[in-house]
């Protein structure tokens, strides 16, 4: 208790220095701008390590404010503005995490600094997956944006994967399919042909998910898969179009859809519990397999698993 309350004086020290640092008078017509940055940072991490957030976030503002005005120090003021941050996080306001570091981004995006703006997209990104979702994905949007134009195209991908995740724990799966789609865009500018199959199929999903049976034939048509992978596409869109339980069974218990991302294999799961449940062995149904009409349901070419691995 007494090393902590020791912190807690030191920072207020540290504060009152810095507030005289950036007086003026008789003798002194303007104010020390670098030393009273330089104190208000040292008392906003006094108070941030004696758990005083409230506190380390004014502090950091005072810092912030006088870095900027030496209009030599703007790095270290968006370095502030993470710190603010962190500290609202701490006290969980998400709103103030939010400002924080969309302050930060867009001064390290002024200063040139884009690789230190899309670093900060992404940690901004993570600290509000949980209570932002939506704005934590649109961040993960921007950071693979930037990527895209620095020719980063796998980190660019990385980056739409996590947004694709996040719209979909969020149900907003149109958002989510569009974004899946531009990952695809990227991993094919990486020649990375394996990965643009499971995204394609996790597109199908998607729109599966959100009982668009038409958006998942379109997408069926127009993204690019090797030909095995194609015919298990189409086997769970037919499957899932007909409510054909054993086509989807046996589509959905390939080894291909464990190798999909978690919430890809979610979906999956969720479609074969819903609609892929094969009835009693001996039953007419499960020897005849029929469509909704009553008709016979199509035969569906088999895949071949070894290929998919």
């Keep these: 208790m007494a090393s902590l309350s020791s912190r807690v004086e030191e920072a207020n020290k540290l504060l009152e ?31 941030k390590g004696a758990g005083v957030h409230q506190k380390a976030i004014e502090a950091n503002e005072c810092a912030i404010k006088a870095y900027l005005a030496t209009q030599h120090s703007a790095f270290q003021a ?18 103030a995490v ?4 969309m302050r930060a981004i867009d001064l390290y995006r002024t200063l040139g ?4 703006a899309v670093a900060v997209m992404d940690r901004a990104a993570k600290a509000l997956a949980n209570n932002m ?54 991993y094919a500018q990486a020649n990375d042909t394996r990965t643009c199959n499971r995204t394609a199929i996790g597109v199908i999903l998607i729109h599966l998910a959100d009982n668009d049976i038409v958006a998942a034939r379109n997408a069926l048509d127009r993204c690019q898969m090797d030909d095995d992978v194609f015919y298990l596409a189409q086997n769970l869109v037919t499957g899932f179009d ?29 479609i074969l519990n819903e609609h892929g449940k094969l009835p009693p062995e001996g039953s007419q149904t499960a020897n005849n397999p029929t469509t909704d ?14 290929a998919l691995l």
């Excluded at 968006?78 to 709103?95: G, I, T, V």
């Excluded at 939010?98 to 570091?101: E, G, L, P, T």
């Excluded at 600094?113 to 230190?116: E, H, P, R, S």
């Excluded at 009409?293 to 070894?306: H, L, R, T």
Aim: charged content about 30%.
């Design 17 to 47: 220095s810095g507030h005289k640092f950036m007086k003026t008078g008789l003798l002194k017509w303007s104010p020390d701008y670098d030393n009273a940055a330089n104190q208000y940072q040292q008392a906003a991490q006094a108070y």
């Design 78 to 95: 968006a370095k502030c503005m993470e710190q603010a941050a962190l500290s609202s996080k701490e006290l969980n306001d998400y709103q």
């Design 98 to 101: 939010s400002k924080y570091y």
């Design 113 to 116: 600094q884009v690789d230190t």
């Design 133 to 186: 979702p939506t704005l934590a994905a649109d961040l993960y949007i921007q950071a693979s944006e930037a990527s895209v134009i620095e020719d980063r195209y796998r980190q660019a991908a990385e980056y739409c994967n996590k947004a694709a995740t996040l719209y979909i724990k969020a149900k907003e799966y149109k958002r989510a399919a569009n974004i899946a789609r531009e990952e695809i865009n990227c």
């Design 242 to 270: 007909k409510k054909d339980a054993k086509i989807l069974n046996s589509t959905l218990n390939n080894p291909f859809f464990r190798q999909l991302d978690t919430e890809y294999a979610k979906i999956a799961r969720e």
């Design 293 to 306: 009409s009553g008709e016979p349901a199509d035969n569906i070419p088999d895949v071949d698993e070894n």
